[in-house]
T-cell receptor
Framework: GESVGLHLPTLSVQEGDNSIINCAYS??????FIWYKQESGKGPQFIID?????DKRQGQRVTVLLNKTVKHLSLQIAATQPGDSAVYFCAEIYQGAQKLVFGQGTRLTINP | DAGITQSPRHKVTETGTPVTLRCHQTENHRYMYWYRQDPGHGLRLIHY???????DKGEVSDGYSVSRSKTEDFLLTLESATSSQTSVYFCAIGAGASTGELFFGEGSRLTVL
């Protein structure tokens, strides 16, 4: 698939455990952040977003945490399932811009 | 399915030849984007469009041009393909990056020999 061959940081977790994927963003002026999931052979898919006036946002089995002091973003996936295997990207948007800037990505693999 | 189609999905061409990739949407979204994805670089923005005939450059626009003559179509052209343009190209659509999610196509794998 399209994501095969990407030399990415890898996180391996046991099925059923919680996963935490981290991202350091670059621009202190960024005010909107999004996590995307990319399965092999497919385009990225929106998971969850958070704006800079928030510290935490929860979705279904996912939580995003934002620490603006150290410019750090994390994605927590609860009770990881085999279908969660994918590459996860964080993306940031500079204030007022209409362009997403993507991080390098993390490959999540699930051990049975 | 967000109503976005990329064509061709796979293409092999030779250095120096022109190549055009097409992104077609049925969602009537205002914004359309072209990204490329390469090992070690993630997704990088090439060009984007914020309306018919309105386009702007991204971070890796050299060697690429775009056109949008209709709301539904956004074309990416490599006037003279080089091996460094071997990549997977993704189109994305949305109401605006800062207003919510973008929907991505399935990607077009281009190999320049």
């Amino acid at each position: 698939g399209e994501s095969v061959g990407l030399h990415l940081p890898t996180l391996s977790v046991q099925e059923g455990d919680n996963s935490i994927i981290n991202c350091a963003y670059s621009n202190s002026a960024s005010d909107y952040f999004i996590w995307y999931k990319q399965e092999s052979g497919k385009g990225p898919q929106f998971i969850i977003d958070i704006r800079s006036n928030m510290d935490k946002r929860q979705g279904q089995r996912v939580t995003v945490l934002l620490n603006k002091t150290v410019k750090h973003l994390s994605l927590q996936i609860a009770a990881t399932q085999p279908g969660d295997s994918a590459v996860y990207f964080c993306a940031e948007i500079y204030q007022g811009a209409q362009k997403l800037v993507f991080g390098q990505g993390t490959r999540l693999t699930i051990n049975p | 399915d967000a109503g976005i189609t990329q064509s061709p999905r796979h293409k092999v061409t030779e250095t120096g030849t022109p190549v055009t990739l097409r992104c077609h949407q049925t969602e009537n979204h205002r914004y359309m984007y072209w990204y490329r994805q390469d090992p070690g670089h993630g997704l990088r923005l090439i060009h984007y469009s914020y309306g018919v005939k309105d386009t702007d450059k991204g971070e890796v626009s050299d060697g690429y041009s775009v056109s949008r003559s209709k709301t539904e179509d956004f074309l990416l052209t490599l006037e003279s393909a080089t091996s460094s343009q071997t990549s997977v190209y993704f189109c994305a659509i949305g109401a605006g990056a800062s207003t919510g999610e973008l929907f991505f196509g399935e990607g077009s794998r281009l190999t320049v020999l």
